[in-house]
């Protein structure tokens, strides 16, 4: 597979994104297999898997058989940039102090507590409520990383990238490292500057979205998709593009009044920048 500017940036955004939702999803497994049971938490997450291989399977053969390119790019990288913007907001309300940064250790400690006060119903030989907790936040987490994996794949393809398998690659990448980690330290992965790469795939998401649903409006003129000078070369300037508004807008946030402007605040994303 060749290399390029697209390429990488692909491979890494997938695995940035994954990583997140990973770590995310790990706490919610780790709390309620600890509090709970191990078992039912396990077959749970199992249950989960298995249901988001399904939805990425139909979603993935229905875009690819129904929906041409130009307009299968100005869709995605509509939603991306939808999806990619909501992350970037949550960056600059953070990196300015109007919003607390997120904090594993707390949602851990937060989910212990709730699975400690639920009650011990037993459905089909499980701990109901441990089954059903972990179902929904894999699940729920996982959605996220297959909207990403698809959305990338099939809008990245083209002649000698198999774009489906280079995100998916990312993002096992992803889940294996995070899993690894999370056994090894038994406990939530709160050292991983989730905040940090929050804000590094905004802006990734943002970019790529912009990138596809420039070239999909090719499909209300001639119906094949447009090309932006210098082809992949171009995501670089979209990304300093992104990266410069969304630094001017932090700027502007914190001069707001209540601000809290902490050290920590701006550590979190790195030069300024956090989610």
């Given at each position: 597979?060749?290399?390029?500017v697209?390429t990488?940036s692909?491979?890494?955004a997938?695995?940035?994104?994954a990583s997140?939702?990973f770590?995310?999803?790990?706490t919610?497994?780790?709390a309620?297999?600890?509090?709970r049971n191990w078992?039912?938490?396990?077959i749970?997450?199992?249950?989960a898997a298995?249901?988001?291989?399904?939805?990425?399977?139909?979603a993935g053969?229905?875009l690819?058989?129904s929906?041409?390119?130009a307009?299968?790019?100005?869709?995605?990288?509509?939603?991306l940039?939808?999806?990619?913007l909501q992350?970037?907001r949550?960056?600059?309300?953070?990196?300015?102090?109007?919003?607390?940064?997120h904090?594993?250790?707390?949602?851990f400690?937060?989910?212990q507590?709730?699975?400690?006060?639920?009650?011990?119903?037993?459905?089909?030989?499980?701990d109901?409520?441990?089954?059903v907790?972990?179902?929904k936040?894999?699940?729920?987490?996982?959605?996220?990383?297959?909207f990403?994996?698809?959305?990338?794949?099939?809008?990245a393809?083209?002649?000698?990238?198999?774009?489906?398998?280079?995100?998916?690659e990312?993002a096992?990448l992803?889940?294996?490292?995070?899993?690894?980690?999370?056994t090894?330290?038994?406990?939530?992965l709160s050292a991983?500057?989730?905040?940090?790469?929050?804000?590094?795939?905004?802006?990734l998401?943002?970019?790529?979205?912009?990138?596809?649903?420039?070239?999909g409006?090719?499909?209300?003129?001639?119906?094949q998709?447009?090309?932006?000078p210098?082809q992949?070369l171009?995501?670089l300037?979209v990304?300093?593009?992104w990266?410069?508004?969304s630094?001017?807008a932090?700027?502007?946030?914190?001069?707001?009044?209540?601000?809290?402007?902490?050290?920590?605040?701006?550590a979190?994303a790195?030069?300024?920048?956090g989610?």
């Amino acid at each position: 597979m060749a290399l390029s500017v697209g390429t990488v940036s692909l491979f890494v955004a997938t695995f940035l994104a994954a990583s997140v939702e990973f770590v995310e999803a790990f706490t919610i497994v780790l709390a309620m297999g600890m509090t709970r049971n191990w078992r039912s938490t396990l077959i749970g997450t199992a249950a989960a898997a298995v249901a988001l291989t399904v939805v990425t399977a139909i979603a993935g053969a229905t875009l690819i058989h129904s929906v041409s390119e130009a307009l299968l790019q100005i869709i995605i990288g509509t939603l991306l940039l939808v999806f990619g913007l909501q992350w970037i907001r949550k960056s600059i309300l953070r990196s300015a102090g109007l919003k607390s940064l997120h904090d594993e250790d707390a949602i851990f400690q937060r989910e212990q507590e709730e699975a400690l006060k639920a009650g011990r119903e037993q459905k089909l030989g499980l701990d109901w409520f441990a089954f059903v907790v972990s179902f929904k936040g894999v699940f729920l987490e996982g959605l996220e990383v297959v909207f990403i994996v698809i959305t990338f794949g099939l809008t990245a393809s083209q002649p000698g990238v198999n774009g489906i398998l280079l995100a998916a690659e990312g993002a096992a990448l992803a889940g294996v490292l995070v899993i690894i980690a999370g056994t090894l330290a038994h406990r939530p992965l709160s050292a991983v500057p989730e905040n940090t790469m929050k804000y590094v795939v905004g802006l990734l998401l943002s970019t790529f979205g912009t990138f596809w649903s420039v070239e999909g409006l090719g499909y209300f003129g001639s119906g094949q998709s447009l090309q932006w000078p210098g082809q992949d070369l171009s995501l670089l300037i979209v990304l300093l593009a992104w990266l410069g508004l969304s630094q001017l807008a932090i700027a502007a946030f914190s001069r707001i009044p209540g601000a809290k402007n902490s050290e920590s605040a701006r550590a979190a994303a790195g030069a300024g920048a956090g989610h």
